[in-house]
């Protein structure tokens, strides 16, 4: 098992090198492609796959496929931001879910779901088929700057953006708030109670 | 590439994002499933903003979406963790009761 969870992580990250050294070199249709086939990919896995752990671990590929995606869109600050907090936190704290949870052996056989994920797919299907019927796409063709200024990267105007006062400094102090918030509640929720602590020694067992 | 590639895979995402949710017992499914949709949205969001124009919005409004992702997944591991002692079942369908 370990094995095979390293060999998987050297795969995905020896593709998603490989196609952001496609991306420099000139080709980014086979870039997106290898991508698309990292992040479809993984997550395709992670809904077929029975065992949670596999899913898990499954879902970096989507994860890393998107930070090549934001590579690809020139920008990278969103990029190495994906990989520390999905596939750094995000996926980690899903793993310590699934090691202090009971496996649920019970899981719905794949016939059965079958109808729903067919009802789902033709859902997605229809209504983007009707968007791309009805939309007029008239920025589908990539502008000169797309959001990049000359000298600039990308990183140091969400940089700017965040602490300069006429833009991004409320959300910037308010997302602080919100995670400090968070992070505490989730400590109190998570705490053991009580009644766990004292329920040994009300037994006598010390 | 061009926006609408990147809006066909943000839509694929999304959709397994849905049937991840919808198919599964385990509640930890449910919680992959939502980081899937986040993803996917998140994807639109750069697209739209690099083929969109000069400002940065949609790159913010990702970065807000990570940051409340984490703070989202925290949550959710401790609500978890809090049925499983409750009720002793992760799967959603099966904690119903409001109170012990």
Redesign the interface.
């Known amino acids: 098992m370990l094995q095979r969870v390293f060999y998987g992580f050297i795969a995905v990250f020896a593709l998603a090198a490989l196609g952001l050294g496609l991306a420099v070199a000139g080709s980014?249709?086979l870039a997106?492609g290898l991508f698309?086939a990292l992040?479809?990919g993984g997550?395709?896995v992670?809904?077929w796959e029975r065992s949670?752990v596999r899913?898990?671990f499954a879902?970096m590929a989507?994860?890393t496929g998107?930070a090549c995606?934001?590579v690809?869109?020139?920008?990278e600050?969103?990029a190495m931001?994906?990989i520390l907090?999905?596939v750094g936190?995000?996926l980690v704290?899903?793993l310590?879910?699934?090691m202090?949870?009971?496996p649920?052996l019970?899981?719905?056989k794949l016939s059965r779901?079958l109808p729903?994920?067919a009802i789902?797919?033709a859902?997605?299907a229809w209504?983007?088929m009707k968007t791309?019927e009805t939309a007029t796409?008239a920025?589908?063709?990539?502008?000169p700057?797309?959001?990049k200024?000359e000298g600039f990267s990308?990183a140091e105007?969400?940089g700017v953006?965040f602490l300069a006062a006429d833009e991004?400094v409320i959300?910037f102090e308010l997302?602080a708030v919100?995670?400090t918030v968070?992070?505490v509640?989730?400590?109190y929720?998570?705490r053991r109670?009580r009644v766990?602590l004292e329920a040994p020694t009300e037994r006598g067992e010390v | 590439?061009?926006?609408?590639?990147?809006v066909?895979?943000s839509?694929?995402?999304?959709?397994?994002?849905?049937?991840?949710i919808?198919?599964?017992?385990?509640v930890?499914?449910v919680?992959?499933g939502i980081?899937?949709i986040l993803?996917a949205a998140?994807?639109n969001f750069?697209?739209?903003?690099?083929?969109?124009?000069?400002?940065?919005d949609?790159?913010?409004f990702?970065?807000?979406t990570?940051?409340?992702?984490?703070?989202?997944?925290?949550?959710a591991?401790?609500?978890?963790?809090?049925v499983?002692?409750l009720f002793e079942t992760?799967?959603p369908s099966d904690a119903d009761m409001l109170r012990e």
């Not at chain 2, 590439?1 to 990147?6: E, K, Q, R």
């Not at chain 2, 591991?77 to 809090?82: D, K, M, T």
Request: with cysteine; net charge neutral.
């Open positions: 980014p249709g997106f698309a992040t479809i997550a395709l992670c809904v949670v899913s898990a879902l989507t994860f998107v995606f934001f690809l869109l020139e920008s600050f969103l931001a994906q907090i999905y936190a995000i704290l899903i310590f879910g699934v202090l949870t009971p649920d019970n899981e719905r779901v729903g994920i789902i797919g859902c997605t209504i983007g791309a796409w920025i589908a063709a990539a502008p700057t797309g959001g200024v990308t105007r969400i953006g991004y959300p997302a919100v995670l968070a992070l509640g989730a400590v929720i998570a109670r766990d | 590439m061009g926006l609408g590639a990147y066909a895979v839509a694929v995402l999304f959709a397994l994002g849905i049937v991840a919808v198919t599964r017992r385990n930890l499914y919680l992959m980081e899937m993803n998140n994807l750069v697209a739209f903003n690099r083929f969109g124009g000069d400002g940065l949609g790159r913010m990702a970065i807000f990570i940051i409340l992702a984490a703070a989202e997944a925290a949550v591991l401790a609500i978890v963790l809090n499983w002692h992760i799967r």
